[in-house]
């Protein structure tokens, strides 16, 4: 069974949160059980049906260890019943899967143009021509989110890189690669 959680009215087809009932819990970015963490501070996994399904298995693992849900642009086939399979089908090895999203509007807005993606933000925003946009770097690749954080330690906002080495801290890794 799928819930259908709907954001914005106006957008109940841009923003919809998958829960596969007994198979995803909690869906919130930002470390809902995990007070170090800043609440602001936002990690996004963007990920594709068209990724291979062991691939999409180590990401949702990766991405339950730093409580957040994979982000998809849209529906797999332009179908709810064959996104739900899909769903399963990565739940299925993965119990504690902390869900996924489809949310085209933060593929936009994050300029996501290929995947596996990993954006980390600290949700505080920079403003410039009178429009504000939040801090945020973004990293391509399919070596896993510990690699991606390990990136993002070399970024030039000090802010980033603390946020990458709490959440490294968090996985297990306490040192520099």
């Known amino acids: 069974m799928l819930c259908f959680l709907r954001r914005y009215s106006v957008a109940f087809t841009k923003r919809i949160l998958l829960c596969a009932i007994g198979v995803v819990g909690c869906c919130y ?3 809902a ?3 170090a963490l800043d609440s602001r501070v936002l990690v996004h ?15 949702s ?3 339950n260890t730093v409580h957040v849900p994979l982000l998809c642009q849209g529906f797999v086939q332009e179908s709810a019943q064959k996104t739900h399979s899909f769903v399963m089908q990565i739940g299925a090895h993965t119990p504690t899967l902390n869900g ?11 300029h996501i143009d290929q ?5 980390v933000t600290t949700g505080s925003s920079l403003c410039r021509e009178g429009r504000c ?3 945020f770097q973004v990293v391509y690749g399919d070596g896993g989110l510990p690699a991606a954080f390990f990136a993002v330690q ?5 802010a980033l890189r603390a946020i990458a080495t709490q959440l490294l801290s968090r996985m297990g890794y306490d040192h520099e690669k």
């Open 100 to 110: 996924m999203m489809i949310d085209p509007l933060a593929f936009e807005a994050y």
């Open 133 to 135: 946009h939040p801090e």
């Open 154 to 158: 070399k970024a030039e906002n000090s």
């Open 29 to 31: 970015a930002a470390a």
């Open 45 to 59: 996994v963007f990920v594709s049906s068209s990724m291979p399904l062991e691939s999409l298995r180590r990401w």
């Open 61 to 63: 693992m990766q991405a």
């Open 115 to 119: 995947v596996p993606a990993v954006v």
């Open 33 to 35: 059980t995990d007070t």
